[in-house]
């Protein structure tokens, strides 16, 4: 998918004059504190490499589609759409067949609606309230303040044996399941997993099947001091410490696959996003190694 991504974004700017193309570059700014002085001598292509490594295939042309829209330039942006719609249709082995004269904006509305917020504003319109499953929760997790809190603790607590309960690994979930567009904010501290999981997952067993990203059941934002790394399917990618915030926002569009972390302060930096398909609803969870979780 990536090879073709690039030849469709690269035919969208190629589209662009010079003027637009600055103006283009002047918008991308905006987006997740691209760096001014990276975009600078950028040329379409250079543009290209940028978005997608800064923000994944997926999510690149997004974003090229909406700063096409507010450059009025919607004939791009049409065109950018219909053509993606129709190579990933293509490379799943089901294109479609194409539009009706006059079906076309209809069409493109309801494949691109879900538009990634650009604010923390923005994302708090879909703030959701989780707390901590006490029946999941390994023995070794204390929770508190009406289970919104987790914290490593030396000491075993009185938790009931429970088929739900984590009894391996120091993990726990929450009791809600995100469903639709959700996002929500916690405070970390030592080192943590912060992750989604299918209801599914094992809890019992020392193997992998049970630990928060070692499996196709769940999804996992490592975080320490030092260090960040992302894990899925027991494949580790290490991810650049964008800053030494201990506040994160995880954004989900259940329907469209989409699962972000970022970086809250003042602004919000993009650490890390994950392009794939849901097939059962998520539930928030967390690893906790000597250190803690809060929900926000």
């Not at 309801?110 to 708090?124: A, D, G, S």
Request: proline share 4%; net charge negative.
């Amino acid at each position: 998918m990536m090879a073709f991504v690039s030849e469709q974004l690269l035919a969208a700017l190629d589209d662009l004059v010079t003027d637009e193309l600055k103006r283009f570059k002047w918008s991308l700014k905006n987006y997740y504190s691209v760096s001014a002085a990276a975009l600078e001598k950028a040329d379409a292509p250079d543009t290209v490499d940028l978005m997608k490594k800064r923000f994944g295939p997926e999510e690149a042309v997004k974003i090229t589609v909406d700063i096409l829209r507010k450059m009025n330039l919607n004939h791009l942006a049409e065109e950018l759409e219909k053509k993606h719609k129709q190579d990933t249709a293509q490379a799943e082995g089901s294109i479609e067949d194409p539009a009706p004269v006059g079906a076309g904006s209809k069409q493109i509305n309801e494949t691109f609606i879900n538009i990634v917020p650009r604010t923390r504003n923005h994302f708090l319109q879909y703030s959701h309230q989780f707390t901590l499953d006490l029946n999941t929760a390994h023995k070794l997790l204390r929770l508190s303040e009406s289970n919104r809190v987790v914290t490593y603790s030396n000491t075993v607590q009185p938790y009931p044996d429970h088929p739900d309960r984590f009894d391996v690994w120091e993990q726990v979930l929450c009791r809600e399941s995100v469903c639709g567009h959700c996002y929500w904010e916690l405070e970390w501290s030592g080192r943590v997993y912060i992750s989604v999981s299918y209801k599914s997952i094992s809890r019992k067993e020392q193997g992998y099947e049970c630990v928060f990203g070692r499996n196709d059941q769940s999804w996992s934002l490592f975080c320490s001091p030092s260090s960040y790394s992302f894990r899925h399917n027991n494949i580790e990618i290490e991810l650049p410490v964008v800053s030494r915030c201990h506040r994160i926002g995880v954004y989900v569009d259940h329907r469209a696959g989409t699962l972000s972390f970022y970086s809250v302060s003042h602004t919000m930096s993009l650490i890390h996003t994950e392009q794939t398909t849901f097939t059962q609803p998520l539930y928030p969870g967390f690893a906790v190694y000597k250190g803690s979780v809060k929900l926000c």
